[in-house]
């Protein structure tokens, strides 16, 4: 079913202004038109405008700092857009309700942060075992264990090498801005459906409560038909059955290798990333979320010392743009990979060219955000050390 386009023109909020109520009591903004319009918003809040005007039509969820505004602003667009908005009782909870959802052939999504995303891992699981397009977003915040609220990026193995139980992988979208927030979840109902599978949304804390200008897209007018495997309680979907469980171990098998052979179309066709000054960079510098926007930062001053720097931004996570990364490390002398957390996209990076050059890393935890004076010190001492030449 396609957005209520006249009922979502008049959802566009930006949050504290009290010139109008909207029916929930909760003060909004208008606008006269979503598509073309540019709104100051959140980025958690730019992925509900992004979820209804990619046709979503179901938000499970249950609220956690620093993610809760994703939650509140669905509760209240939801409804004035004719879609459903539930608050589940738990995290558990809410991802079986967009399982179910999902098995009905409507677009789905809920959103947590770092300890729900833990709780909702084993339906993950069995989402991508029985097949299911829905959308997950992830605000990553400090950790492990309840941890702080700050952002941090310590979500990368949970969520790029898979949380959950079994063979499976989900394309891992990373946005480093409200735009992208929006234009991001888009396209992950777009990359869901495409292959049948969960895919995430990863941004860290900051990403998703920096609030910048954003410009809304078209709403999708076309949903994908679903009827050949959906359950959608016709007499046409009645044959369909939605199920992970195969008793037989070389039926498991087999469903374990068809699953392998579409991971292996989306790790060739789905591969995203951005480069900023790499044409003829010597040092490259690997960041993805808030991250690589200070790196933009860090790549100028640094050029502005002498030394050639460059960036590379993956923008998907899984499927990781290695040869892309291959490619740019071709000419450069160093590589160093900068992270909030202690360290696990470095294991990607690694592995796509720890043949062709030094890799080296620098991480804050617990929220703690690098600044450009730290980041170029250790890029001005790694590169003495290692081209002997003072910046």
């Known amino acids: 079913m396609p957005v209520n386009e006249k009922a979502f023109r008049s959802a566009v909020p930006t949050w504290g202004s009290p010139e109008e109520l909207d029916p929930r009591g909760r003060k909004t903004k208008t606008v006269e038109s979503t598509e073309g319009a540019t709104v100051l918003m959140k980025g958690n809040e730019a992925v509900i405008h992004g979820a ?10 249950y609220p956690i700092t620093p993610a809760s505004e994703i939650a509140h602003t669905a509760a209240a667009m939801f409804p004035l857009a004719g879609a459903t908005f539930l608050q589940a009782e738990s995290e558990v909870a809410a991802i079986q309700m967009v399982y179910g959802a999902s098995s009905a052939g409507v677009r789905t999504m809920t959103a947590s942060s770092s300890p729900g995303i833990s709780l909702k891992q084993e339906g993950i699981s069995y989402a ?26 310590g979500d990368y193995f949970q969520m790029v090498k898979g949380g959950g ?3 499976y992988k989900m394309v891992i979208l990373a946005p480093n801005s409200a735009q992208e927030m929006c234009d991001l979840t888009m396209e992950a109902f777009e990359v869901a459906d495409r292959y049948r599978n969960p895919t995430v ?3 860290d804390g900051l990403v998703g409560q920096m609030k910048e200008p954003v410009r809304l897209s078209r709403a999708v007018r076309e949903l994908p038909n679903k009827d ?8 046409e979907t009645r044959s369909n059955l939605i199920c992970s469980i195969k008793l037989v171990p070389e039926v498991l098998e087999e469903h374990v290798r068809h699953l392998d052979r579409k991971f292996q179309r989306m ?11 790499t044409e003829d960079a010597e040092l490259i510098y690997v960041g993805y979320g808030v991250v690589s926007r200070i790196l933009q930062g860090v790549v100028d001053e640094a050029r502005e010392r002498g030394i050639k720097a460059g960036l590379l931004r993956p ?5 990781f743009p290695s040869e892309a990364l291959r490619a740019v490390c071709a000419q450069a002398k160093i590589c160093l990979t900068v992270e909030l957390s202690t360290g696990q996209m470095i294991e990607d990076v690694r592995l796509a060219v720890s043949d062709l050059l030094p890799v080296h890393f620098y991480g804050r935890a617990g929220g703690v955000l690098p600044s450009t004076e730290e980041l170029l010190e250790e890029t001005t001492n790694l590169w003495t050390s290692r081209v002997g030449v003072t910046a």
């Open 228 to 235: 050949e495997w959906c359950v959608a309680g016709t007499a």
């Open 315 to 319: 923008i998907t996570l899984w499927p």
């Open 267 to 277: 790790e060739k066709a789905e591969v995203r990333w951005e480069e900023y000054r």
């Open 201 to 203: 949304v990863l941004a």
């Open 128 to 153: 991508a075992g029985s097949e299911l397009p829905l959308v997950v977003i992830d605000i990553m915040r400090g950790g492990p264990g309840l941890g702080n609220i700050a952002p941090e990026q």
């Open 52 to 61: 209804l005007l990619a046709g979503c039509r179901c938000f499970f969820g």
């Open 165 to 167: 139980h079994g063979c």
